[in-house]
C-alpha cells in the first residue's frame, strides 16, 4: 500500500481516491481483529497465541500503514487490549516507520526528537532496559546496503543520533543526567554490532561502504567521548561515569570483529578511521587502569604527553605517556561534507536544552565530616559518599524522580567492571592479531606500497 501511493504520489486526485481505498481495508482489517478478539473472551477462551498474533500485525500498521491510517485505539489502550510486555507503546513499529521516510531531510529531526522523548520516558519510568531492546530489535532487523541519501535507521541513528548522546554521557559535571540516557543507547548499539556481521555482505560494494562508514563514525564519536576523561581522570573517581565507560568499552569491542573484517577483506582505508581510534582506545585503558590502580594522586598533561607526580611502576608511567589524546589521523569530518549536519546539531541542541532545563541533581554529603569538598564547591569523590546522587526530571509543575539504584552499583563495583571490560577489550584486540605491543600478527595481505600503507594505518 505504502509503495503503491508513493508510486502516483504525483497524481493527487488518483492519491486521494487510492488512499481512501486503503483506509476502507485497513479499518476493515482492525475492525475484524477487534471482533475476533472480544468473541473469544466471551467464550472464555485462551486467546494467547491470537493476541500475540495482533500484536505483530499492529507494529506492521505501525511500521506500514500508520501514514495511511491511524491505528485503532482499541489496540493501543491497555484496558482494552494486551500490550506487548517488552514493547507496550509500539516504540519498534513507529522507529521502523521514520526508517521509510529518512529520505525525506525534514523527518530526521523528528526521529531525533521521537528518540530523545521515548528515551526521557524511559528512564522516568525505569523502563531503560526495555528500551535498548526496542532500539536494538528495530536497528537490527534490516540487511545493511544503504546510502547517504536514503539511509537505514541503523546508519542514521549511529551517525547522527546517537553521538550525542555519547557525549553527553561524560559530562565534566555531576550535576548532568546524560548518562542516564545514553546508556540504551550504548546497550542498543552494541547489540547492534554483535549482530552486524549476519546483516553484511563483503561482496556488496554498497554494504562494504556504508557498515564502514558506521564504524567510521562511532569510533570516532567514542573517542571523543572520552576525552574528558584524559583530560581530568579524576573524573574516573564517580561511579556513574565508570558504569557508562564500562557500556561504551563493551561497546566499542563489540565493533571490533566488524572492523577487522572489513580491514581484512577490502580497502583498509575505508576503515582508517576506526583503527586509529581502536588503537586510541587500547591506550586509554591502559592509562584508565593505571590511574584506578594507583590513585588520584597522578598528574597527566594529555595534550604535550608531558607526565608528572607519576609513583608507581615504570610501567605504570609508560602507560600514562603512551596515551595520545588527540590522534592527529582521525581526520575529523568537515561540516560542509557531512550530510547530517543539520540533525546532528539539532539533536546535541536539543538535547543539551532539557539536561540543563529539565534535569536536577541533588548532591550528596560526605563520609569524613573533616572534608570541606562542598563547602569549596568542589566535587565529591564517590567512595567518600554516604548516599548516592538524586535525579529529577521536572516540567512545568511536575517532578518526578529517576531510579538509579537499580543499576548503578559501588564505585568499587563499578570499577571492577570498567577493569573486566577493558581486559576483554584487550583481549579482542589480541584475537585479531592487534597487539598491546604493537605487533600485528597475520596482517600481511598484499604487496607493495600499498600493503604497507594498509598496515601502518591499523597500527599508527
Not at 5 to 31: D, F, P, W
Not at 311 to 331: A, F, L
Request: hydrophobic share 35%.
Amino acid at each position: 500500500m505504502r509503495e503503491s501511493l508513493e508510486s502516483i504520489s504525483g497524481n493527487r486526485q488518483e492519491t486521494a481516491v487510492r488512499r481512501e481505498e486503503y483506509t476502507h481495508l485497513l479499518k476493515r482489517l482492525m475492525l475484524a481483529m477487534k471482533s475476533n478478539y472480544l468473541e473469544l473472551q466471551q467464550a472464555n477462551v485462551v486467546a494467547g497465541s491470537y493476541v500475540e498474533f495482533v500484536q505483530k500485525v499492529v507494529t506492521y500498521l505501525q511500521q506500514y500503514t500508520v501514514d495511511i491510517c491511524p491505528v485503532d485505539r482499541f489496540f493501543t489502550d491497555s484496558a482494552a487490549f494486551p500490550l506487548p510486555a517488552t514493547d507496550p507503546t509500539y516504540v519498534v513499529g513507529r522507529l521502523k516507520n521514520y526508517e521509510l521516510k529518512l529520505s525525506t531531510p525534514a523527518v530526521h529531526k523528528q526521529l531525533a526528537s521521537f528518540i530523545q522523548s521515548v528515551s526521557i520516558r524511559a528512564a522516568i519510568d525505569d523502563q531503560q532496559g526495555y528500551l535498548s531492546l526496542q532500539l536494538a530489535d528495530a536497528m537490527t532487523s534490516a540487511f545493511e546496503n544503504s546510502t547517504e541519501e536514503s539511509p537505514s535507521l541503523r546508519a542514521f541513528s549511529t551517525k547522527a543520533i546517537f553521538p550525542a548522546y555519547v557525549s553527553r554521557a561524560f559530562d565534566a559535571t555531576t550535576r548532568t543526567a546524560g548518562w542516564i540516557l545514553a546508556r540504551p543507547v550504548l546497550e542498543a548499539s552494541r547489540a547492534m554490532f554483535e549482530e552486524l556481521l549476519q546483516h553484511f555482505d563483503g561482496m556488496n560494494e554498497a554494504s562494504v561502504a556504508s557498515v564502514a562508514s558506521i564504524l567510521d563514525q562511532f569510533w570516532d564519536a567514542a573517542r571523543q567521548a572520552v576525552l574528558p576523561l584524559v583530560d581530568n581522570p579524576s573524573l574516573l573517581e564517580r561511579s556513574h561515569l565508570l558504569h557508562v565507560l564500562r557500556l561504551l568499552i563493551e561497546t566499542v569491542t563489540a565493533t571490533l570483529q566488524m572492523t577487522d573484517y572489513i580491514h581484512r577483506s577490502s580497502d583498509g582505508e575505508r576503515v582508517r578511521r576506526a583503527i586509529v581510534c581502536a588503537r586510541f582506545f587500547q591506550r586509554f585503558i591502559r592509562f584508565t587502569r593505571a590511574f584506578l590502580e594507583n590513585g588520584s594522586t597522578l598528574i597527566v598533561s594529555p595534550h604535550t604527553t608531558a607526565v608528572s607526580g607519576i609513583t608507581g611502576s615504570r610501567s605504570t608511567q609508560e602507560s600514562y605517556q603512551q596515551v595520545d589524546c588527540h590522534p592527529s589521523d582521525t581526520r575529523v569530518v568537515e561540516k560542509s561534507q557531512d550530510p547530517y549536519i543539520e540533525a546532528k546539531e539539532f539533536c546535541q541542541r536539543e538535547l543539551q536544552d532539557s539536561l540543563e532545563k529539565n534535569w536536577t541533581v541533588t548532591q550528596p554529603t560526605v563520609v569524613n565530616n573533616n572534608n570541606n569538598h562542598n563547602n569549596n564547591n568542589q566535587e565529591v569523590p564517590d567512595r567518600e559518599m554516604t548516599r548516592e546522587r538524586e535525579y529529577y526530571f521536572h516540567r512545568g509543575t511536575t517532578r518526578r524522580k529517576v531510579n538509579v539504584s537499580g543499576f548503578l552499583k559501588t564505585w568499587d563495583e563499578e570499577k571492577s567492571g570498567v577493569m573486566e571490560a577493558g581486559r576483554r577489550f584487550e583481549g579482542a584486540c589480541e584475537g585479531i592479531g592487534m597487539g598491546l605491543d604493537g605487533s600485528e600478527r597475520g596482517k600481511e595481505r598484499r604487496v607493495g606500497t600499498r600493503s604497507q600503507g594498509i598496515r601502518e594505518g591499523w597500527l599508527s
